[in-house]
């Protein structure tokens, strides 16, 4: 197993779009997730290995989505200043992962940093 890789953060003006993208392998699901200083990590979206994705609506509201290509990755549309955050991407091996649950995910990224100003 290697220790997946994001990419794709910066900084972004309110309003704006970004995509991150994380490589990573032999997993049965990856997750996007973020955390603020002081704050619990939180789940954002996740795709397993054949395809299928969920996402905490209570965070997207419909802006973020996740997808796979040569990577996977998160494309967030319509960026608020309440997104900056350190954005992780992370795997689960085993099974019965709850995709959207940070502590059944095993390996994790450095992060990438999301910063939007108003």
């Known amino acids: 197993q290697v220790q997946p890789v994001e990419s794709g953060g910066g900084s972004v003006r309110a309003g704006g779009s970004l995509t991150l993208s994380c490589v990573a392998s032999?997993?049965?699901?990856l997750g996007w997730f973020r955390q603020t200083p002081g704050k619990e990590r939180e789940a954002i979206a996740a795709?397993?290995?054949?395809?299928g994705t969920t996402v905490n609506e209570d965070v997207a509201r419909g802006r973020f989505t996740v997808s796979r290509d040569n990577a996977v990755y998160l494309r967030m549309n319509s960026l608020k200043p309440e997104d900056t955050a350190m954005y992780y991407c992370?795997?689960?091996?085993?099974?019965?992962?709850?995709?959207?649950?940070?502590?059944?995910?095993?390996?994790w990224g450095q992060g990438t940093q999301v910063t939007v100003y108003s």
């Open positions: 992370a795997t689960a091996t085993g099974r019965g992962v709850r995709a959207l649950q940070p502590h059944d995910y095993t390996y």
């Open positions: 032999g997993y049965l699901w």
């Open positions: 795709i397993s290995i054949g395809g």
